[in-house]
């Protein structure tokens, strides 16, 4: 009897060993360079036998968002959020129609939105991210992702995440990864949505935020966003909020601009772990946008530079990525 | 055949499922109100045929530390290291023998030291806790901690960290709850030692911060402590840093201060969700230390106060618990 009850549990098991293993991990990517060196990567860091194994607690990914895990044209889509955030706002504003920047938001005056200064910016976001609670700013963010469309693709901008990418993040949390967004992008607008999206809980979202003010009212606490910034998560303080919020150094990271150069630095130049971090190069004009070195929003120039010299891997979204968009 | 292995395979998950009941959990504390109250909390959050049911993502319990989850007397343990920094480095710096607040440390002389204002004590802070990289500050507290003894229990301090609430943390991440810490406490100091000692991962700790400065230095990117406070997770400080870092509400809390106040409100005067917060209340001059309402550094009065209110459980050390510490 126990003889057979051991065989069976073995067959058991083997048989779901077998099931798991049959699954291909990056179905969405070309059997390219990018795809065998990720592979090839989490092989060696999750193989006790080998000289560069990590342990499950130093298995740190971080993930710029804007332009590496989604679209970020024609404009960054929490611009798009805000923009569009005026415009339902309009009608309880009559005054925005003769006050800037909401006179050019409200008649689509690019010419004057790209001339926009840090002050016309702030008052932008004044009005559309602070002002209201925490839960409040929550469910406007979740109404929106529900309901806006992307102006050129028409579809909502939550399709517009990429399916490499995607499968990118479920292949390192099966490998027992944790996986971080690290992102100039507000922390409140991403965790609306980055569960559901990209199966990332909002702890694990690094991003800008705004001071908030702690308050009883009516006998309920309440959380306040204020119009001031408390913190940018961009280019230094990318590894800067890396180590405030996670504690400790990445070992996979993934960019796509100059904003993400010292997070590659940060996760790659050191000598005590295997590193690995690449960069997403929007090369494909044609199934989503091509630009890098001169791009107003998402420069990609110095990274680009440095990715030789340092082993980054440039990911070619035209030849390594089968499809691009979850739902295309 | 398929009679016989599904036969067998449901043995075999039955021997699992007896093994695991057969651990009860919590052993160190008593069988009293504030055990029940946990257990039964936890039944009915995680059965998902109750009303209460929480699903597994939105289980996050936060844990304040000092007197929390580990002692805090005669001094919070941070400026015991702190100190003990002073005296280490006071070789390299004869002229603290007449410099304040330094000298009063070198000569321990508590009269002194009770006074220091707000100067004094950012003066300790930018000799011990900055002026150094990130990693040579873990270095420094790691070992640190693996050779420092409490001046009146003669063991090291991780010794001091409570058995029950060791076991609460355990018992709580076995029913997929998400286990922060939310302190007062800096940050980089507990995160030096918080996985060991507490199975909590570093990112899963939230505390106060000192500003941190990326620079590359010999072509390797570092983060310099500078001598400036970034943020302080204390008071209405600790609902602000978990919206910031977590970006939930918790579920669960448990503090032992009036510091942990707002946090215990965050938690619990919410109508979403089911909650339950409990107060660790120092009554056992015996085994530990009794103090509360009147404590310089650890007040426990607003707090006490509104527990009856707001149905928080006050945990009696001496009555609650079997067993105090980890390593009696």
Redesign the interface.
Known sequence: MRY??NY??F??ILFFASVSQATEPLPSWNDTQAKQRIIQFVKKVTDKNSADYVPP?ER?AAFDNDGTLWAEKPVFFQIAFAFDRIKALAPEHPEWNNQQPFKAILENDHATLEKLGQKGILEILAVTHAGMT?TDFNNIVKEWIKTAKHPQKHVPYTDLVYQPMIELLEYLRANEF?T?IVSGGG??FM?AWT?KSYGV?????VGS?AK???E?KD???I?MRLPEI?FIDDK?GK??GI??????QPIMAFGNSDGDF?ML??TT??SDRPSLAMIVHHDDAEREWAYDRHDPLAKLDVALDAAKKNNWTVISMKNDWKTIFAKP
């Open positions: 057979k009850l069976l549990i067959v058991f607690e740190i925490t944790v971080f922390v409140d965790r569960e809980p909002p702890q694990q979202v935020s908030v003010k702690f009883m006998g309920k606490p959380l408390f230094t590894p800067e180590h405030r919020h996670i504690g400790r010292e630095e940060w130049l050191r």
